[in-house]
């Protein structure tokens, strides 16, 4: 069943554009609004972690400008994209390059979790007391 506000759009051809006039009004306002938000969320979240894996395989910082300028001119030649199936088909295929360029071995602060710092001197075991007393006797 084809709506009243699709038929006036004409959209009911074989046009492509209309079709995808269609798809739009068809959707809600809020549920295109929620899709669109989890895109929009999904490509920054793409964009940091591909720019934080740039950094990995930069070795020096006029290195990595370079390639970070690079990477926003990839990011900024489709920002105009409105069709919400044409941003994830991009977004799919930009997080299969991230994926696939990785860096197989990330660079990670030394004392944060995974890096070689972290948990270096632990908690000592239950029961050991530690005294400082630097060096006070007890001669009462």
């Known amino acids: 069943m084809i709506s009243e506000e699709v038929k006036r759009s004409g959209a009911v051809g074989g046009d ?5 006039r269609a798809n739009r009004l068809e959707m809600s ?3 295109y609004l929620a899709r669109r938000a989890a895109q929009k969320q999904r490509v920054r979240l793409l964009y940091r972690r591909a720019l934080k894996d740039t950094l990995n395989w930069a070795v020096h910082r006029h290195l ?8 926003r001119k990839k990011f900024d030649a489709n920002k105009h994209v409105e069709d919400l199936e044409t941003i994830d088909r991009l ?7 991230y994926n696939k360029f990785r860096h197989p071995d990330p660079y990670i602060v030394p004392w944060a979790p995974g890096g070689s710092k972290f948990c270096r001197n632990p908690e000592p075991p239950a ?3 530690i005294v ?3 060096g006070r006797e007890d001669n009462d």
């Open 29 to 31: 306002g809020a549920s």
């Open 16 to 20: 492509l554009r209309g079709r995808k």
């Open 64 to 71: 990595f400008y370079n390639d970070a300028d690079e990477l």
């Open 127 to 129: 029961g050991i007391e």
């Open 91 to 97: 977004t799919d295929a930009a997080e299969a390059t």
């Open 132 to 134: 400082y007393n630097y």
